[in-house]
């Protein structure tokens, strides 16, 4: 999650109509997750799917490329480092319309049924993808923060597939705050570039752990290999710590909504900065979120 900083682009996100003919054109790999798994990301608010998508590698390293080559023609791209910090973290999202490859994976791939799985949710809808990239160098840390808040849902079954498209070393990989998913807590939104918090006047939001150090609990973390999947809570604490990102790291990450997310209105910017004409309570609309399992 990152507030488009650096390069926020004006362009339309979607630039599809109405994307639910093509969802319902489509079909989705299925897969079956073990119990263990799915219990995992309840108790923990996150799990780890190992060698998912090793056949998507490629495929989303093109798309990422075709984004980093040509930033200013997609939508809500960033560079977080500041200048003079060493390396280079990159994050773009809002662009599956665009890239053929995203729009492929949303369309097609397993990661809508390990996503509805995890939530235990009978239905899975695409909210967006999000991908990142920490160049070798880089020492900037992801700051702590849970995604909920940054967006304009709301509800308890949420779930990012998230996947590696290089081998990460647990070092340098996102940490995870076990249980913090049901703490009870909403933190505000924090920016990626600085790691101060948003600006928000909501007096229920409190702020997050500066680092893990400052966190109360288990810290999950592992080694990841190329085309393993992370899946996590929107509401799950997570980060990084500083340490050197000795070889280019990237990851594409899908978002993804169960049945009981609603729109909800925040007290302030979200992100993506989407202008929908909705109350809260509505459901988010099918002709741009499209519903892509279905149990
Ligand atoms: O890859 C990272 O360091 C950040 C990932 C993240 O914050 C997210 O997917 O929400």
Not at 162 to 176: G, S
Request: glycine share 6%.
């Amino acid at each position: 999650m990152a507030e488009s900083q650096a390069r926020a682009t004006s362009l339309k996100w979607n630039v599809i109509d109405d994307v639910s003919a093509l969802a319902a054109s489509t079909q989705r790999r299925s897969v079956e997750l073990d119990n263990a798994t799915i219990d995992d990301f309840q108790r923990d608010g996150v799990c780890y799917v190992p060698g998912a998508f090793t056949e998507w590698i490629e495929p989303l390293r093109a798309g990422l490329d075709r984004v980093m080559n040509s930033p200013d023609e997609y939508a809500f791209t960033s560079d977080s480092a500041e200048p003079g910090e060493p390396g280079r973290f990159f994050d773009t999202y809002c662009n599956w319309q665009r890239v053929p490859e995203y729009l492929t994976f949303a369309l097609t791939s397993s990661a809508a049924a390990i996503a509805a799985q995890c939530m235990q949710s009978a239905s899975a809808q695409f909210f967006h993808e999000h991908s990142f990239a920490k160049e070798s160098g880089t020492q900037k840390a992801t700051p702590w923060h849970h995604d909920l808040p940054y967006y304009c849902i709301d509800g308890t079954q949420t779930a990012s597939v998230y996947i590696a498209l290089d081998d990460t070393p647990e070092e340098t990989a996102v940490r995870f705050l076990a249980g913090s998913h049901r703490d009870g807590n909403t933190y505000v939104p924090r920016r990626f570039r600085t790691g101060s918090d948003y600006d928000y006047d909501d007096p229920s939001m409190v702020s997050a752990p500066a680092s893990e150090d400052e966190a109360e609990g288990e810290i999950i973390s592992r080694a990841l290999v190329a085309g393993d999947a992370i899946v996590f809570d929107f509401r799950t604490l997570h980060g990084t710590t500083p340490a050197p990102v000795a070889d280019r790291r990237r990851a594409f990450s899908t978002r993804w909504l169960g049945d009981d997310v609603r729109f909800v209105k925040r007290l302030g910017v979200t992100s993506p900065p989407l202008d929908l004409d909705l109350a809260p309570g509505d459901r988010m609309p099918e002709s741009l979120f499209p519903t892509l399992w279905r149990s």
